[in-house]
């Protein structure tokens, strides 16, 4: 069974950090594309960042360039997204989404990801 499970949310003031991790569990993590995404309240989902470790491919949001890093702790199996210079505007519920990628065509804006885990809230005060 495919599980992810994200942590290490919490209530930060603006220009802070805090770093999310996705445990995941049930597949060959090479093997699949990982993205995380945000939704805040009355707005649509947002992808933030994405990795592929089968080729170290990463994306992020304009919105999140420079201030967010995705990485992987691949003998752990887990992703996790370092998040600096913290804006109210960041504040949202986390996700951590799979995709099955054994193409490498996988992005964050496609809508192939078929495993989610079950959030984790951020919130960023001014």
């Keep these: 069974e495919v599980q992810l499970v994200e942590s290490g949310g919490g209530l ?4 802070g950090s805090l770093r999310l991790s996705c445990s995941a569990s049930g597949f060959t993590f090479h093997e699949y594309a990982i993205a995380w995404f945000r939704q805040a309240p009355g707005k649509g989902r947002e992808g933030v960042s994405f990795i592929r470790t089968s080729d170290d491919n990463t994306d992020y949001a304009v919105s ?3 201030r967010f890093t995705i990485s992987t702790n691949n003998a752990k199996n887990t992703v996790y ?3 600096n210079s913290l804006k109210p505007e960041d504040t949202a519920v986390y996700y951590c989404a799979a995709e099955y ?20 809230q951020v919130t960023v005060s001014s």
């Design 12 to 15: 930060v003031q603006a220009g």
């Design 64 to 66: 999140v360039k420079g």
């Design 81 to 83: 997204l370092q998040m």
């Design 101 to 120: 990628d054994p193409l490498r065509i996988a992005t964050m804006r496609d809508n192939g990801y078929d495993y989610w885990g079950q959030g984790t």
